[in-house]
């Protein structure tokens, strides 16, 4: 089997019509999320369009739970124990993927609830290219401090809709998910801690990958700090994950960047 | 032959075509049985990604659409048939009930909550789905509960609304307002 599985090639069923970054970000309406913009305000059930707002924000979610599984399928499996990576982290791995497993089967569920169809709306496959990384340690940066992150980020916000909502199944399937995501960003912290302990660059060269990843991800702003961010970064389950005040803060600025960089364009 | 103008005649920001929404617009409107004598004005804002519409005016009718109410949600910038008919159907119900003499008493779209715009919705979706029209009952019911509640009250409510083939204004208002959490 070989190692470093390209994206184009993730096996899908002729449900999910992939979207390309390139078509994307040269959509001239600008880049969207989750059925918003960054131009968008904060997501609330009060809003006329929240329910299906909230219904393509899950669907994303969905797409990126399969994508997790399988960039963690191929974190076990890309590196060699004692040459690459230690056995441990490939358990880290191992157990993650358990977890995106159970997560498709939740975002399956809820789909159903929401009344969404599985492959309703196009799949970008951003998240798994950030798993495609070659250093094991740029990888988890990217994808479990950074893309984890977001996660922890998304479902903050989510659980909060379900609760405005009176909605208890998107509450709890929320609250569920969101416990193992930050567990996922606290093994991105750990491992990039441990990995690089007696190479500062390395470190450096990871961090700096976890910014470019951050910003992509801060969707010209959609996620960031401010109150009416659509979606709202989470100090305190990043902080249980792992994070400091300056990193969360750094990536607020990043989103602040973006969103100014947007709008300019 | 119901007269149908679209607005804009050309769009460059989607890939949409004028003369194919103002096709699918006076099909729906023969299935939903809006009179052929009326002049149909669509107003889409290409520019918007979002997905709200509405009726903008009654007399002359007149639509105002988000471009991204027509959108093929699993290929953006390309029209969806199925959501545009979704949306139109949606739309010309409202046009049909306020002209049937059962809506007299209801106010104007503006002044509508956002429960009741759902409970209406759900009545113009269910006939929708009855002549035809692309299956959303899971999505107006997750809607509806969203304005009513999640409860067995409010899903019930949500049945007689999506099952009635015509009820006025006053039912819809008792249906909605009887089930809010």
């Known amino acids: 089997m070989r190692k470093i599985f390209p994206a184009e090639e993730l096996a899908r069923d002729s449900r999910f019509i992939r979207q390309s970054n390139e078509a994307r970000f040269s959509d001239p309406r600008g880049a969207r999320v989750g059925g918003g913009s960054a131009a968008s305000t904060k997501l609330t059930p009060e809003q006329a369009n929240g329910p299906d707002r909230a219904r393509a924000l899950m669907h994303g979610i969905f797409v990126g739970e399969i994508q997790a599984l399988e960039g963690a399928g191929r974190t076990c499996f890309d590196f060699e124990v004692g040459e690459d990576v230690p056995f441990e982290l490939k358990l880290d791995m191992a157990r993650q993927c358990w977890d995106e497993a159970r997560h498709c089967e939740i975002s399956v569920a809820l789909a159903d609830h929401m009344g969404t169809e599985l492959g309703e709306y196009a799949e970008n496959t951003t998240l798994y290219e950030a798993a495609c990384n070659p250093d094991p340690v740029l990888r988890l940066t990217g994808v479990n401090r950074a893309l984890e992150g977001l996660a922890i980020d998304v479902f903050s916000t989510m659980k909060e809709f379900g609760n405005l909502a009176g909605d ?44 470019v990843v951050d910003k992509l991800f801060s969707f010209s702003g959609f996620r960031g700090d401010d109150e009416d961010s659509p979606i709202k970064l989470t100090r305190q389950f990043r902080s249980l994950a792992g994070f400091t005040d300056d990193e969360v803060d750094d990536i607020a600025d990043l989103a602040r960047e973006a969103k100014a960089e947007a709008a300019t364009a | 032959m119901l007269d149908i103008e ?176």
């Not at chain 2, 729906?28 to 290409?46: F, M, Q």
């Open chain 1, 168 to 211: 208890p199944v998107l509450e709890f399937c929320e609250d569920w998910m969101l416990a193992d995501e930050v567990t996922h960003v606290k093994m991105g912290s750990d491992w990039l801690r441990s990995l690089t302990a007696k190479d500062p660059e390395r470190r450096s060269k990871a961090l700096e990958f976890q910014r």
């Open chain 2, 6 to 181: 679209v607005t804009p005649n050309e769009f460059t920001m989607v890939f949409f075509d004028a003369a194919v929404i103002a096709e699918v617009a006076a099909d729906v409107a023969v299935k939903v049985g809006l009179p052929e004598d009326l002049k149909l004005s669509l107003i889409v804002d290409e520019g918007s990604p979002l997905g709200r519409s509405r009726v903008s005016s009654y007399d002359p009718i007149e639509f105002t659409i988000d471009g991204g109410a027509f959108e093929d949600t699993r290929r953006p910038r390309n029209l969806s048939k199925a959501r545009t008919a979704d949306v139109l159907g949606r739309l010309m119900y409202r046009v049909i009930d306020r002209s049937s003499g059962q809506f007299d008493d209801a106010p104007e779209d503006g002044d509508i909550d956002l429960a009741l715009h759902a409970a209406w919705d759900a009545h113009s979706v269910g006939r929708l789905e009855r002549l035809g029209f692309s299956p959303q009952r899971k999505r107006r019911v997750y809607q509806f509960r969203n304005r009513h509640g999640f409860t067995d009250r409010a899903d019930q409510a949500f049945e007689e609304l999506w099952g009635s083939s015509e009820l006025s204004w006053a039912d819809i208002e008792r249906l909605s307002t009887g089930c809010r959490a």
